[in-house]
């Protein structure tokens, strides 16, 4: 029952994300029951399980319409605290729509190892939507407590449906939209089947978009719904009582004494500049001067470096974070110290990326491009945005959004990457090659997107074998795994596609 205005499920009162999430004052509303049961149902009907696909985009669509429909139960009980729910800020309506864009990557790109870190990113840019924080604490906090809402919205939502059974309570309006939804399916069932059974062409579209009523689709319903249901229900819980993370975008960390920090960083400092002195020399001597000082070649050398490289790099972000905090920044003294230090930290820190990337170029273009290579490039130039922004954020020593700027960076370059094929760049860099350098068993893992770049093979062996071994990815053809790269790939390959002569295709070369 409501204390003091909030609704207290059975969970303990004393878990510390209570106070970051102290829920609605009252039940789901039915409108915010019909709309999670709505996307629920149309989850059901598209959500694919077995392959990427369009099903994902109408899923996620369905489901930021519920949410933004989801509204608090209205009541003639007063309430001592009855808090409306908020209108969303301008920019949780932008991380919704990343969230909506990276999961309609599968509908585009057939590369699986691309789609999972874009359904990987879009569970923190939908916490971003739901939650309405702005430091790197509160938004840590808004993905974390995900799970804890789930389990919240269980008796909210419980208590919205025993609600609409109450005399006066939305009883009667209910039965009447159970009437007209059962009239609705009986309507259309009775003439879908006339309909059907007059023209050919109507019952294969209707026999596509039917749901499959058998035990493994019955299953597959079953599944859908526990899967989804939980969801929608912790981010309609979220979105009608957005978490309290307000002392967290104010709370700052315990200062230390300037020499505490200033003496170690300062060291540090000049630990990178003499590295960097030393990575200009190399970079303007040239392939000469590394073999003639290392005995090894421009691309060993690059090769041999670079993941150290990168990790230094991730590493001194967390430092430049560190400093930020802790850090103190009140007297003037210490400001002159901390743009001192921590700018010419970030901007060495830039020498690194940049030598690092020339690194990588070097090392492509010795051993050809691959998706971990392409994938760490583009987490370097990622990480040089980064510094930037720490660069702006340094002339006014605050800046409360620079969490979100470097999430938004991060995002919109694995949006760009999907939009650039990357599976497609690969295949080309390969093929650019001379015919001895080209890697014909990694062509034969990458996805259907590369399709369009290996159909252009001269040679015709290879590119029957590559070919063949792709289309066994392209998988069944539904309308829920609809996929632009897996059509693609399915129109140039053609249908019975096998290679000339089996044994032409060794395993070791083709990967088969």
Not at 221 to 233: E, Y
Not at 384 to 410: E, H, M, N, S, T
Request: charged share 15%; net charge positive; hydrophobic share 55%.
């Amino acid at each position: 029952m409501p204390i003091n205005g909030q609704l207290h499920g059975p969970w303990p009162e004393w878990r510390p994300w209570r106070k970051r999430v102290p829920g609605p004052p009252r039940p789901a509303s039915p409108r915010t029951l019909a709309a999670i049961a709505g996307a629920v149902a149309v989850a059901v009907l598209s959500f694919p399980l077995a392959q990427t696909g369009v099903g994902w985009l109408i899923t996620a669509v369905a489901a930021a319409i519920a949410l933004l429909v989801a509204r608090p139960a209205t009541s003639s009980v007063p309430v001592l605290v009855d808090r409306p729910a908020p209108r969303p800020r301008w920019d949780q309506y932008a991380w919704g729509a990343a969230t909506i864009a990276l999961l309609g990557v599968g509908t585009f790109r057939a590369a699986g190892w691309l789609f999972v870190l874009c359904v990987l990113t879009a569970t923190l840019t939908f916490a971003l939507a739901i939650g309405a924080g702005r430091s790197m604490r509160a938004v840590f906090t808004t993905y974390t407590i995900g799970p804890f809402a789930m389990l919240s919205a269980l008796p909210w939502v419980v208590r919205g449906l025993a609600r609409l059974r109450r005399p006066g309570k939305g009883g009667a309006g209910t039965v009447r939209i159970v009437a007209t939804a059962a009239v609705s399916v009986v309507l259309l069932a009775v003439f879908g089947l006339l309909f059907a059974s007059a023209d050919a062409e109507f019952a294969r579209v209707t026999s596509a978009l039917v749901p499959d009523i058998s035990v493994p689709g019955v299953f597959r319903w079953v599944f859908v719904s526990c899967l989804v249901t939980p969801v929608l229900a912790g981010a309609a819980y979220l979105r009608v009582a957005p978490p309290n993370l307000r002392d967290l975008d104010r709370t700052e960390g315990r200062k230390v004494n300037r020499l505490e920090w200033a003496v170690p960083l300062g060291l540090l400092t000049l630990l990178f500049a003499a590295f960097v002195t030393v990575q200009l020399t190399v970079l303007f001597g040239g392939e000469e001067y590394v073999r003639s000082t290392t005995g090894l070649t421009y691309a060993q050398y690059a090769r041999g470096g670079f993941w150290q490289l990168c990790f230094i790099i991730g590493l001194t972000l967390a430092v430049l974070a560190g400093a930020a905090r802790w850090a103190p920044r009140e007297a003037p003294g210490d400001r002159v110290v901390f743009r001192a230090i921590l700018g010419a930290l970030t901007l060495l820190t830039l020498v690194i990326v940049a030598s690092s990337l020339v690194r990588m170029q070097v090392y492509i273009d010795a051993y050809g491009l691959t998706r971990m290579r392409l994938l760490v490039a583009c987490c370097e130039v990622w990480f040089g945005v980064i510094l930037v922004l720490v660069l702006l954020a340094g002339i006014r020593i605050r800046a409360a959004w620079l969490p979100r700027a470097a999430i938004a960076a991060g995002v919109f370059a694995l949006i760009g990457l999907a939009v650039a094929n990357p599976d497609l760049l690969i295949a080309r860099n390969q093929l650019d090659r001379s015919a001895d350098r080209i890697d014909v068993g990694y062509l034969s893992t990458l996805s259907p997107d590369a399709v369009p770049a290996i159909a252009e093979m001269t040679d015709p062996v290879d590119r029957t074998c590559v070919l063949f071994q792709i289309s066994l990815d392209l998988g069944e053809r539904e309308w829920r795994t609809w996929n632009l790269g897996r059509e693609t790939a399915a129109g140039l390959i053609g249908d019975n596609l096998y290679p000339m002569d089996p044994r032409s295709c060794s395993a070791s070369r083709y990967g088969y």
